[in-house]
């Protein structure tokens, strides 16, 4: 499980919480999201293949990626 928070002046304006919940074998694994925006209230989930060797701050980027094509 991991989470991050983005912050501008020190105020949260958002963060994101992830697990890992499958290992499919071919040495990529599934994890679930869940993106918040306090401000607005606004609440993303999804899910995405992650190849661990590619580091969190791939999976991070993908996630924002896959939340702002939404």
């Not at 105020?11 to 401000?39: A, F, T, W």
């Not at 209230?41 to 293949?49: D, E, H, N, P």
């Not at 999976?59 to 702002?68: A, F, M, P, Y």
């Amino acid at each position: 499980m991991f989470s991050v928070e983005l912050k501008i002046n020190g105020s949260m304006i958002s963060h994101i919480y992830g697990k890992n919940v499958k290992d499919d074998g071919s040495g990529y694994y599934l994890y679930d999201y869940e993106y918040y925006q306090p401000e607005t209230r606004g609440l993303k989930t999804g899910s995405l293949r992650h190849k661990r060797d590619a580091g969190l701050a791939r999976l991070v980027r993908d996630i924002l990626t896959d939340v702002i094509d939404e």
